[in-house]
């Protein structure tokens, strides 16, 4: 089993900055990707972001890219999640997944931690 905990979460005003991030713990010899997700008020779960664990190929929803950067440290197991001129929008609980890499999905997933965006 693997745990996943998020932090960093919290209130913000739009054009803040925040770091989440996401510290695996457990049985983290398989690591094929990490990636944060987030789930807006009455809104489905979608994607944000994503990195290979090992080599650092990176991916980001259109509607966060050049403002968020993902990155990791693998020495911790922990995943980052930079965000910069937050928006209105980025309001969502935001959570992170981990992929084994055993299955075509990811296996486990964090508790979720929430930003809020104030105007």
């Not at 779960?45 to 403002?67: L, N």
């Amino acid at each position: 089993q693997v745990q996943l905990v998020e932090s960093g979460g919290g209130l913000v005003q739009a054009g803040d900055s925040l770091r989440l991030s996401c510290a695996a713990s457990g049985r983290t010899s398989s690591m094929y990707r990490m990636g944060w997700f987030r789930q807006p008020p009455g809104k489905e779960r979608e994607f944000v972001a994503t990195i290979i664990w090992s080599g650092g190929f990176i991916y980001y929803a259109d509607s966060v890219k050049g403002r968020f950067t993902i990155s990791r440290d693998n020495a911790k197991n922990t995943v980052y999640l930079h965000m910069n001129s937050l928006k209105l929008e980025d309001t969502a609980v935001y959570y992170c997944a981990l992929d084994t890499g055993r299955t075509a999905q990811y296996d486990y997933w964090g508790q979720g931690t929430q930003v809020t965006v104030s105007s």
